[in-house]
T-cell receptor
């Protein structure tokens, strides 16, 4: 059973650029959640996808968007990058969309915006 | 809105000491409560959870009891080991948009 994998592990972009982060879910999981974690803070919920549909969203602007594919892998896209977007981006998969489901996290993508 | 507050770290203890990490919450309704742990170089892992008042979650010698009257979910362990060194996060479920709301995390350092 493979775990949750994220790519790339590190990324450096400049302000105004666009970025795409990728996540492969754990085998058998149909739900993916994305979180942003600033240094020294807890994760902040961006959105959740369940069976290719956005299922819930946190307080992030529309320039944060996502996709979930038929194999349940997922992408997080961020347009018009700002300096404050520098953070660790975490992907988590689960076997159902219920929030009480156990989340399985990847190791994250560290994004630096210069 | 809903929120979680954890005691600030780092918390430094000697091996075999008793551990308490405080967590209090503010929430409408009846959220589930969680402790996640992040070991050095690894992703977040669920440590334990409780889904209703007075429930006790337990795992790997850690325990936490869901106290509605004090809106708390403190993490305890009777005898810590060096391998328990990690960052511990308390979180609650917000059902309206399927998210977990997280505390800022507490770094635990166990010295031999």
């Amino acid at each position: 059973e493979t775990g949750v994998t994220q790519s790339p592990t590190h990324l450096i972009k400049t302000r105004g650029q666009q970025v795409t982060l990728r996540c492969s879910s754990q085998s058998g999981h149909n739900t993916v959640s994305w979180y942003q974690q600033a240094l020294g803070q807890g994760p902040q919920f961006i959105f959740q996808y369940y069976r290719e549909e956005e299922n819930g969203r946190g307080n992030f602007p529309p320039r944060f968007s996502g996709l979930q594919f038929p194999n349940y892998s997922s992408e997080l896209n961020v347009n018009a990058l700002e300096l404050d977007d520098s953070a660790l981006y975490l992907c988590a998969s689960s076997s159902g969309r219920g929030i009480d489901e156990k989340l399985f996290f990847g190791s994250g993508t560290q994004l630096s915006v210069l | 809105g809903n929120s979680v507050t954890q005691m600030e770290g780092p918390v430094t203890l000697s091996e075999e000491a008793f551990l308490t990490i405080n967590c209090t919450y503010t929430a409408t309704g009846y959220p589930s409560l969680f402790w996640y742990v992040q070991y050095p170089g690894e992703g977040l892992q669920l440590l334990l959870k409780a889904t209703k008042a007075d429930d006790k979650g337990s795992n790997k010698g850690f325990e936490a009891t869901y106290r509605k009257e004090t809106t708390s979910f403190h993490l305890e362990k009777g005898s810590v080991q060096v391998s328990d060194s990690a960052v511990y996060f308390c979180a609650l479920s917000q059902y309206s948009n399927y998210q977990l709301i997280w505390g800022a995390g507490t770094k635990l350092i166990i010295k031999p």
